[in-house]
């Protein structure tokens, strides 16, 4: 069994309402990335694969780290579907669409528990289905050799930690609006299981100046 980083992608289109319309770097995305690329290199930390989702945003933050593996493309690395799933909630509870981080903050957690109790009729995918590709996309990663990188999304991340430290849903949720941008959380094998080992890195943002660069969104 090898260890995974997961990394989540750049800042996307933060003004969108949309999956079409989020799914793609903003300028700051693509240096976040390029920066995190450039750590990778000068610690000279050695990843013998990359995975990636299918999503733009994935394939652009890949690129723009620029570590010379060749990209496996995997769908069950894809982000859930936020963005469609608020829209659901909204015209089949009357439960408002977020419109500032507050009450984003607020939404996730009470969207997140009914979305695992299917109560969205309108869901690209039950819960239980994400959680399952999840958890079979990584158990295949982790079989593979050597250690693998792993671009993704926030929610996938989030779901990995629920699997691995077996957390509830407000709990789940509650990790997925802290994780950064291009942070980097490392999954290892203890004991035949993958194991956390690192959350929410971005060493590669610490210096001063790149504070602006520490975003969630």
């Not at 903050?105 to 979305?115: G, I, N, S, Y």
Request: glycine fraction near 8%; charged fraction near 20%.
């Amino acid at each position: 069994m090898s260890h995974i980083t997961l990394i989540r992608h750049g800042q996307a289109n933060s003004g969108a309402r949309d999956e079409a319309s989020y799914d793609r770097l903003s300028p700051l995305g693509h240096q976040q990335s390029a920066w995190l690329g450039a750590h990778l290199r000068e610690r000279q930390q050695h990843h013998a694969r990359l995975y990636t989702g299918t999503l733009r945003r994935h394939v652009e933050t890949a690129d723009a780290m620029d570590t010379g593996l060749t990209p496996v493309r995997d769908a069950r690395l894809n982000e859930l579907e936020y963005l469609t799933l608020a829209r659901a909630m909204e015209d089949e509870h009357g439960v408002a669409f977020p419109t500032d981080s507050a009450g984003f903050t607020e939404h996730l957690p009470r969207l997140f528990r009914a979305w695992q109790n299917d109560e969205i009729a309108g869901a690209p995918e039950r819960f239980s289905d994400f959680e399952a590709r999840v958890g079979d996309a990584l158990s295949e990663i982790a079989a593979g050799d050597g250690p693998a990188l792993v671009v993704t999304s926030g929610g996938l991340i989030s779901m990995a930690m629920r699997q691995v430290l077996r957390l509830d849903i407000a709990a789940m949720a509650q990790m997925a609006l802290a994780i950064y941008n291009t942070s980097q959380h490392q999954l290892f094998p203890i004991g035949g299981n993958l194991s956390p080992t690192m959350f929410n890195a971005i060493p590669h943002l610490e210096d001063p100046d790149r504070q602006h660069a520490r975003t969630h969104v």
